[in-house]
């Protein structure tokens, strides 16, 4: 129930390039590695990993196989 409100948000926070987890702002995250030529991982202060498309402009959290 509750995580049917809570993943619309964190997903607005994630267009918004904040971090759902903690709000830091991902751009401003230097824990940032290369992954191919479009994509970064990166992972925020709180742990959280996502992949940055470089392309699209875009975060998203990565999959498990990606970590
Ligand atoms: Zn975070």
Known sequence: ???KLIEP???VLLQKKY???CTRKLDSQRNRTGRSQTTEKVVC?????????K???TYRR???QEV
């Open 1 to 3: 129930m509750l995580k």
């Open 9 to 11: 948000m964190q997903l």
């Open 19 to 21: 971090c759902p987890g």
């Open 45 to 53: 202060d709180c742990g959280r990993i996502f992949i940055y498309d």
């Open 55 to 57: 392309e699209l402009d």
């Open 62 to 64: 990565a999959a498990f």
